[in-house]
């Protein structure tokens, strides 16, 4: 279906893709890796046409509608959510015109037998076809479905969509993207803004979208959950392998070993050989033997390995100064903006040396937080106060804003860089994979894991005692992820950082700070810790296992609470309204949890006539329900407690 042909590409003198023969196929669903900067966002670039092949051709079928998802993109502004979702669907309209322009047409004509009307009745029966397939339901219930399943809320669609993170807006373009009903997906790495419940969703989405995938993700139960064949593209060429990610790696690490061996032997095999033919060179009663083993070897196809990137990211992060043995004090702490209270009460306190996560569903206050820690907002109550002697080196989620497309990346750091560093910024760019001429490279052209990597390049140009870091493995690759954690793991300061990747926090923090619902609460230990004793198999299922928050009742606490109350002789009216109530409450919340649990175990194996979108529809409504009921048996509580 679509042929990616010969292709190179080249920047100057350092080539990307090097004669690259490629092809997707109308079912295919495919896994592209490899490390940042390989040249997996490019090749989706080269498809849809955006970039041109400095050799090669990209044969497209005429027609095929492709759906494109970049790494990095543009958001619009001035329009709801809802509005925004719908334009989608604008072109329906041109449809609908153009079928009222063929049927008057037809009813016009006599020519019943002529070609052109034969191509009318083509045109109107494409045309036909093309709205029965996107008006089956309405648009407005497609979108509504579509973005409830990417995680909004039923109040949040008349929001404009400025008032959104960057990561909800991605989720806005993406639901546009899968709105358009496209023959092909290209998606780079669209899971990086996406809690569970909408990885989830997507992932169901795409096992049963009938055209096909091509999507760049680091993200390896991902791949294995939605693909079927993985192809890597290394130092300019691609490896196809016909299996899913995990299944790759091992094949490939069998193929290079296998490969390996081989070399080996053929190595040993031919050293012996011309030790023979040196040795016995000279001497007439083995000349026979000795010009048979020349002739082998002239005759011998050698072996080779293929070639393998072992560049790997080598950081230390500079010594930190001592600070104060606080180093950041949030006490009463209530934290939003004009339009919206992000989180209320909180008491945070963050010590000298401490490495904490900041952990929570997208949108409940983590990156708020980061910006009262660095000074750039103020709370709206409470006091926010920075430890003595504390210096902050901050990555913010939106790096590829605060760097200069324009720059070059030696120049990002040149530009900033003071005193004896800036003799070594050759050797620091070095350690984060820019080498030779690519620090020469324009910021524009880089990749969203290179940008990453940059922008972590420049928290090196100083000493800071405290590093704030917010998402800062969103583009990284997996080996990069880990030599980062190492870096970490050693750095003798204070570490603050958001994180959604359990595998990167596992073993690095020693508290967590976990926001949901308006409030935050710490927990102390680490990731694995906190995952145990909340039976969860991953920080993003906070958004699905509702565990109790805010005094949400389990059974032990209901049963004595009842039984608190029932040896209680004198009641009065109020408090018989209360209990009444309190008693509805529970049947209620009790139903809601068991009907959970079934879309939970249907969720998790879904049959054929398993409707996946009306399941997680209901279970979105369910939460909000179950939430708004648990929020109110608390306070009815609360207010049986004051009573006595």
Do not use: C
Request: glycine fraction near 8%; charge should be negative.
């Amino acid at each position: 279906m679509i042929s990616v042909n010969n292709v190179t590409v080249s920047y100057g003198g350092f080539t990307l893709l090097d004669h690259v023969d490629f092809h997707i196929s109308e079912t295919d669903k495919i896994g592209l890796v490899g490390k940042n900067g390989a040249g997996k966002s490019t090749l989706m670039k080269l498809i849809i046409g955006e970039q041109s092949p400095t050799e090669g051709r990209i044969e497209v079928p005429s027609g095929l509608r492709i759906g494109y998802l970049p790494q990095i993109m543009e958001h619009h502004r001035g329009r709801s959510v809802i509005e925004e979702v719908m334009t989608v669907f604008d072109h329906l309209k041109e449809l609908e015109r153009e079928l009222e322009r063929i049927n008057i047409q037809l009813a016009e004509r006599t020519d019943y037998e002529s070609d052109d009307y034969a191509r009318l009745i083509d045109r109107l029966n494409e045309v036909n076809d093309r709205l029965s397939l996107e008006t089956g339901e309405s648009p407005r219930v497609q979108a509504e479905k579509t973005l409830f399943g990417l995680g909004f809320k039923a109040d949040e669609l008349e929001r404009l969509t400025e008032t959104f993170s960057q990561g909800w807006n991605m989720r806005i373009e993406l639901a546009k993207v899968l709105l358009a009903h496209p023959d092909v997906l290209l998606l780079d790495e669209p899971t990086n803004h996406l809690d569970i419940e909408s990885i989830e969703w997507f992932e169901d989405y795409l096992k049963s979208f009938r055209g096909s995938l091509l999507v760049v993700s680091h993200d390896r139960k991902f791949l294995d959950n939605v693909t079927a064949r993985t192809v890597e593209i290394l130092l300019g060429h691609i490896h196809d392998y016909k299996v899913p990610y995990s299944q790759y790696v091992q094949l490939r690490a069998e193929r290079i070993a296998q490969q390996t061996a081989a070399y080996e032997n053929q190595q040993r095999m031919i050293e012996k050989t011309e030790d023979f033919i040196n040795k016995f060179r000279y001497k007439p009663t083995k000349s026979n033997q000795v010009q048979s083993r020349i002739k082998a070897l002239e005759k011998l196809e050698r072996l080779e390995i293929d070639e393998t990137d072992d560049a790997k990211l080598n950081l230390r992060f500079p010594p930190a100064q001592r600070s104060g043995d606080v180093v950041f004090k949030g006490t009463d702490l209530t934290v939003g903006y004009p339009q919206k209270v992000v989180f209320r009460d909180a008491e945070i306190e963050i010590k000298r040396g401490e490495k904490v996560a900041l952990i929570g569903r997208n949108g409940e206050g983590k990156t708020t937080l980061m910006r009262v820690i660095m000074g750039e907002l103020e709370p709206i109550s409470g006091e926010a106060r920075t430890g003595h002697n504390v210096h902050i080196g901050y990555y913010a989620q939106n790096q590829e804003d605060m760097l200069d497309k324009n720059e070059t990346v030696f120049g990002t750091l040149d530009r900033i860089a003071i005193g004896e560093i800036r003799t070594k910024l050759r050797d620091l760019l070095g350690a984060f994979l820019f080498r030779g001429e690519d620090i020469d490279k324009k910021v524009s052209v880089l990749s969203g894991g290179e940008r990453a990597r940059l922008g972590m390049a420049k928290l090196m140009l100083q000493s800071y005692n405290v590093l704030a870091l917010d998402e800062p493995t969103n583009h990284m690759d997996i080996r990069s992820k880990d030599r980062l954690k190492q870096a970490l793991k050693a750095f003798d300061g204070t570490l603050i950082v958001v994180s959604h990747d359990r595998d990167f926090l596992e073993g690095l923090v020693d508290k967590l700070y976990e926001f949901r619902d308006g409030k935050v609460k710490e927990h102390l230990g680490g990731v694995g810790d906190f995952l145990a004793r909340r039976k969860l198999e991953s920080l993003q299922e906070l958004e699905r296992r509702f565990a109790p928050v805010a005094g949400k009742p389990v059974d032990g606490q209901k049963v004595r609470a009842k039984e608190n109350f029932e040896a209680r002789r004198a009641e009065s009216k109020e408090v018989r309204k209360i209990r009444n109530r309190v008693d509805y409450l529970e049947k209620e919340i009790g139903k809601l949890e068991k009907r959970q649990g079934v879309i939970e175990k249907i969720l998790e194996a879904p049959g054929e006539g398993d409707d996946v979108m009306e399941l997680t529809r209901e279970y979105l409504e369910n939460k909000r329900s179950l939430d708004a009921f648990t929020e109110e048996w608390s306070d009815q509580m609360e207010k049986l407690e004051n009573l006595f």
